[in-house]
């Protein structure tokens, strides 16, 4: 079963149950130059203060998912997805280049 998640107070905001019955975890996608933010414990204790290390230590990640929670994760994927589809039915771009006039 999907994982059910919410808009909170703002796009980049969102609420998700947690596995923990009762707790809700808020996810912050914009904070920390939007690599994002979770109110879990994983985050919290774990995944930002080794983010924070790195950062520290000039560590770029390749992979930045390495610091993320599983909320994250999963959110930033799914919200990732619904931007391909909107991309995908946008006719302002086209991906073909534009006739040479010259
Ligand atoms: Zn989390």
């Known amino acids: 079963m999907k994982k059910k998640f919410e808009v909170y107070d703002h796009p980049t905001r969102y ?3 947690s596995s923990k019955k009762g707790q ?11 690599h994002g933010e979770c109110s879990c414990e ?24 390495e610091f993320r929670c599983k909320h994250l994760i999963l959110i930033r ?3 990732t997805t619904i931007f391909i589809a909107a ?6 771009i086209s991906p073909k280049p534009t006739p040479n006039n010259e």
């Open 42 to 65: 994983n985050f919290q204790c774990v995944q930002m203060p080794r983010m924070q290390k790195a950062i520290d230590e000039g560590y770029e990640p390749m992979f930045p998912d």
């Open 77 to 79: 994927e799914q919200v």
């Open 15 to 17: 609420t998700m149950q």
């Open 87 to 92: 991309l995908n039915a946008t006719t302002e």
């Open 24 to 34: 809700v975890h808020l996810i912050d996608l914009a904070a920390n130059n939007f």
